[in-house]
């Protein structure tokens, strides 16, 4: 066990101690006069996909925007519940409370879905 320890060491410590060499190949203006064309292609190619998935992301984040507002009725019920009781505003405040907290979970689970939502796959 500490042999492997020793050697882990060793190995890490000369890894980060040696320099990385660098590359200047793209730096080169021929290469770069040489894949342009080629990358003018590739991203005329790839535009409508790029459109597509930034108008999915954008849709996905409207939907984001709302359960954050259905997030916002959790501390209105907590004052409802408190302040309102003795008015009837118990029922309501819980109601709130509930739908409240379903927001917050709505909106973690879109948080969670933003890859997927670039794809066209949302909730």
Same mark, same amino acid.
């Given at each position: 066990?500490?042999? /492997? =320890?020793? =050697? !882990?060491? *060793? +190995?890490? +410590?000369? @890894?980060?101690?040696?320099?990385?060499?660098?590359? #200047?190949?793209?730096?080169?203006? +021929?290469?770069?006069? /040489?894949?342009?064309?080629?990358?003018?292609?590739?991203?005329?190619?790839?535009?409508?996909?790029?459109?597509?998935?930034?108008?999915?992301?954008?849709?996905?984040?409207?939907?984001?925007?709302?359960?954050?507002?259905?997030?916002?009725?959790?501390?209105? $019920?907590?004052?409802?519940? @408190? !302040?309102? *009781?003795?008015?009837?505003?118990?029922?309501? $405040?819980?109601? #709130?409370? +509930?739908?409240?907290?379903?927001?917050?979970?709505?909106?973690?689970?879109?948080?969670?879905? =933003?890859? !997927?939502? =670039?794809?066209?796959?949302?909730?």
């Amino acid at each position: 066990m500490r042999r /492997i =320890i020793l =050697i !882990l060491t *060793a +190995v890490s +410590v000369l @890894t980060v101690a040696l320099p990385i060499p660098e590359s #200047n190949a793209f730096l080169d203006p +021929v290469t770069i006069m /040489i894949l342009a064309p080629i990358a003018l292609k590739a991203a005329a190619i790839a535009k409508p996909y790029v459109l597509r998935g930034l108008t999915n992301l954008g849709k996905h984040c409207v939907k984001m925007g709302s359960a954050l507002l259905e997030f916002m009725r959790l501390p209105v $019920g907590f004052i409802q519940m @408190t !302040l309102g *009781a003795p008015f009837g505003g118990l029922s309501p $405040g819980l109601k #709130n409370v +509930v739908k409240g907290g379903l927001g917050l979970g709505k909106f973690v689970v879109r948080t969670v879905m =933003i890859p !997927l939502a =670039i794809f066209g796959l949302s909730l």
